[in-house]
Every structure is written in C-alpha cells, then in structure tokens.
C-alpha cells in the first residue's frame, strides 16, 4: 500500500496488527509511522503501551514479548522496530558471537530475527500493533513476501523527479497555500528530491508569507535559495554560445559559498538534463513544440531551444554531462572552495 493509504487508514482507525514500513524516503515513513502511533495511542495511557526498539541493539525476542503483551487501560498497544535491515548486515543473528544462521533456498538465510518476525506474523496479538521498519530489505525475506501477500506492506520509496513538483503543490496546499506550476517546479529542483528538505522549505515560505497567501517565486528566492530560473537559463546561455566571460559574470553573481554549490549546480543540470531530452525527441521525429513538452521546457523556450541544439557541436552534450558529474564529486569531496569547482566546469563548457 502507499503511505497515504496508510496514513488513511490509521485516520480512520482501521488499523493491522503488524505494518511493514519499507523505503529509503524517511519523510514518508516517519510521516507513517506518527500517523500509526496516533491512531493506536487514542485514548490511552502515554506511555503505558508504547515499546520503541532499534535493531541490533535490542533482540527479536524482546519485540516479540512486547507485542504479546496485553494492554493496560486502552484497546491497543503500540510496538516499533526501526532498522531491521541491520539484522541482515549483522550475518542475520542476533547472538552474542554473530553467528551464521543456516543458508536457505536462493541465498536467503533462515532461523534469524527477520525469520521470527515474519512467524509472528502469520497469527499476530489482535490487542498490538506492530510497525516494523527498514530503508531496505531482501525482496526474498519471508517477512516481506508475507507483507506483500498479506498486503501489510507500506512502501515509502524516493519520489521521481517528474512527479516531485505535483507532490510540492500537493504540500503547499495542505498548508494551505496556492503554488503555481512552473514556481513548484523550481522548489522541487533546489529543495528535493529528498521530501525532507522539501517539507522544511514549504514550512519557511508558509511563515514567510502569511496565512492563506501564495507561495511566489520571489518567496522562494528569498527564502531557500537566491537563484532565479531565468539566471539559469541565462547561464546556460552563455554557455552555448561559448560567452565565456558573460557565463563566468552570472556564475558569480548567483552562486553561494554556503550551501556547498549543490543547489545551483542541480538547476545547471536540469537545464541540461532537458536539452537532451529534446534533442532526443527531435531526432526521433517530434516537432519543436512536442519535443519541448515532453523535455519539460517552457513553450516560451521551445523555438529558442531548438536552435540552441543545432548550433552546438557534435558531442557537446555528452561532454557536458560528464562535466557536470566530475563537479557534483568535487562539491561532495574536494577541499576546493564551490565557486572554484563551478568556476573550473563553466571554462571546461565553454571550450
């Protein structure tokens, strides 16, 4: 099920007793994992009927006796595991010395903690709900084809960079706010694709401009990132056009020391990411205007665009991609300041 299945769910009170919460966006399961404790917490004692455990620092018995256990003065109890993928790592035994368990069919170890879970599984406590937790897990564990047959199993995955800015207008409007199309898509090229930084975005511009008010573009650039779209595609401009000295001026005018040049080199590949995608599109046979939609380019830029492609030189993309990844390594792991790595791939591009 989806997390917003879930989170319905728990809304409406009709919880499971065991929930497998399984993905690398930890937006969205913490998000799940509130929603469920909630729901099992009302009208309870605080702190009665709650047992949190992590894996590896706590045995698969002990979230096992805990979810056997019967509530006091309240219907359910509440039992989390977070980390179970840490069973895995750890040779699938949570002895003392780390034993091997036995090897099963298609690599897939049994007798261990994971195993023990996906028993309790099958004849649960009605009186508990368990979340069990886990950025990743083997497709082939029992715990999680039984989550998957059982339909237990609450996938919390990355969201695509195409569905991300629906996602941001679906945030906006939950804060109650009104976002425009192409000002969504902006917050979701600087702030995602992690929906933690982009949640903690929405929540500064919802306080920045008021109650009730739309989020602006000038709202996001005061707020999360001083880069407006149409210095991007001025610097990418430049680039085409092998102005360096124009390309190196709006490059120092727009990048920030402080956020490690990221952000910005984020929006520069994005630009590129798109030109490639209608450059494709137009030798596939689309026209301008088909190619410029299904890249993601404003129909303002399509006739622009176009002419931009064939003016570049044969294998100019290409190579400007690899420069665009030797930068996102040296921003992650040089000891150069960000404006000398971007300063470094701006001449590279425009030789």
């Known amino acids: 099920m989806t997390p917003e299945q879930a989170i319905q769910e728990a809304t409406k009170g009709n919880l499971r007793p065991v929930y497998l919460v399984l993905g690398e966006e ?31 620092e706590a045995n698969v018995d002990a979230v096992l006796s805990a979810s056997k256990m019967v509530p006091m003065m309240a219907k359910r109890r509440f039992v989390l595991a977070r980390g179970l993928e840490r069973w895995e790592k750890k040779g699938d035994s949570d002895d003392d010395d ?10 897939v170890k049994d007798g261990s903690p994971l195993d023990a879970l996906a028993e309790y599984a099958k004849a649960p406590a009605s009186t508990t709900v368990l979340v069990l937790s886990a950025t990743k ?12 047959k059982e339909d237990f199993l609450v996938n919390c995955e990355p969201v695509s960079r195409k569905a991300l800015p629906t996602v941001v207008r679906q945030m906006a409007k939950e804060r109650g ?17 992690e929906l933690g930084y982009v949640a903690d ?14 989020f602006t573009e000038d709202a ?37 020391s402080k956020d490690g040049g990221l952000p910005l ?13 209608m450059d494709s599109a137009l030798r596939a046979g689309a026209n301008v205007n088909e190619a410029a939609a299904r890249a993601g380019i404003p129909p303002f830029k399509a006739q622009e665009t176009a002419q931009t492609l064939k003016s570049l030189p044969r294998g100019t993309l290409p190579a400007w991609v690899r420069l ?28």
């Open 201 to 214: 975005a929405i929540e500064r511009l919802s306080l920045f401009v008021g109650e009730g008010k739309p």
């Open 98 to 107: 780390g034993g091997k368990a036995a090897e099963g069919k298609r690599g």
């Open 265 to 277: 080199l984020g929006l520069v590949a994005s630009n590129v990411r798109k030109m490639v995608k």
């Open 324 to 351: 665009l990844a030797e930068a996102d390594r040296a921003l992650k792991g040089s000891k150069r300041s960000p404006q000398a790595v971007l300063e470094t791939m701006v001449i590279s591009m425009c030789r």
């Open 177 to 193: 706010h009104d976002i425009a199309p192409d000002v969504a898509d902006h917050l979701a090229e600087i702030a995602g694709p």
């Open 137 to 148: 897990l083997h497709a082939q564990r029992k715990i999680v084809t039984a989550a998957k």
């Open 26 to 56: 930890r937006y969205l399961a913490d998000k799940v994992v509130h929603a469920l404790k909630e729901a099992t917490m009302k009208g309870g004692i605080a702190g009665f009927n709650e047992d949190k455990f992590t894996a590896g």
């Open 220 to 256: 996001v650039v005061t707020m999360v990132m001083k880069v407006r779209p149409g210095s991007v595609w001025d610097l990418v401009d430049a680039l085409t056009r092998r102005r360096l000295d124009k390309a190196l001026a709006v490059l120092a005018e727009v990048v920030d």
